[in-house]
Every structure is written in structure tokens, then in C-alpha cells.
């Protein structure tokens, strides 16, 4: 089964984006975010564990993005506000089973999306 992002998109400096990603049960998952800028490694954006629903967000994008998610529609979304230039990245949705103090750890998610392209011009 393939996680489904929805698509990106363009956007001013200043605006705001909602991500979603579908397409399996989530039951007992970690989704994470993660972004990818040209020349730069993958980053870790949030994740939320679907049982329970706790959320935790990298510094970099905190008070600006959230992660939540709807349980009848088996789908999480990464609520983007006051995107910034330097938030212009692929984006995309990954599922793992980390424990908490590891949702950053890129290598530890093994289903990912396709990755959907956001742009935040000036």
C-alpha cells in the first residue's frame, strides 16, 4: 500500500498550506514530515502517533506547523502557517514505529510518499 500526499503547491511568503497523507491504516504508527530542499539532506519536519495522537514538531517550524489527524478518514495533515522562503522544500509523509525521543530519525520510517513539491516565494 503507497502513503498518498496531496499535492504542494505555490505560495506567498507569509501564507498557508495544508498537507495531507492517505492511503493505509495508520493504526499503531508514527507519521512523520519530512522536507527536502535542493542540495540539502532530508530534514524532519513533525510527526504525530496515530494511537493517541501526540505530536511533536522540530524547532525550526515551531508555532508555524502542526500536525494532527482524522481518524474517520484515515489521513494526517501538516498544517503550514507563515510559510518562509526557506520553508520551500519536497515534502513527505513517512510511517515508522520509533519511539518518541527517535521521530526524527529519517532511517527508522520505512513506508514513504511520493513527496509533493512546496513552494514559498517572496
Known amino acids: 500500500v503507497q502513503l498518498q500526499a496531496s499535492r504542494g503547491g505555490l505560495v506567498q511568503a507569509g501564507g498557508s498550506l495544508r498537507l495531507s497523507c492517505g492511503g493505509r491504516?495508520?493504526?499503531?504508527?508514527?507519521i512523520g514530515w519530512f522536507r527536502q530542499a535542493p542540495g540539502k539532506e532530508r530534514e524532519f519536519v513533525g510527526a504525530i502517533k496515530w494511537n493517541g495522537g501526540t505530536t511533536y514538531v522540530a524547532d525550526s517550524v515551531k508555532g508555524r506547523f502542526t500536525c494532527s489527524r482524522d481518524i474517520a478518514k484515515d489521513t494526517v495533515y501538516l498544517q503550514m502557517n507563515s510559510l518562509k522562503v526557506e520553508d520551500t522544500a519536497v515534502y513527505y509523509c513517512?510511517?515508522?514505529?520509533?519511539?518518541?525521543?527517535?521521530?526524527?530519525?529519517?532511517?527508522?520510517?520505512?513506508?514513504w510518499g511520493q513527496g509533493t513539491q512546496v513552494t514559498v516565494s517572496s
Open positions: 491504516s495508520f493504526r499503531n504508527y508514527v
Open positions: 513517512a510511517t515508522g514505529s520509533p519511539v518518541y525521543s527517535a521521530w526524527d530519525q529519517t532511517g527508522l520510517y520505512y513506508h
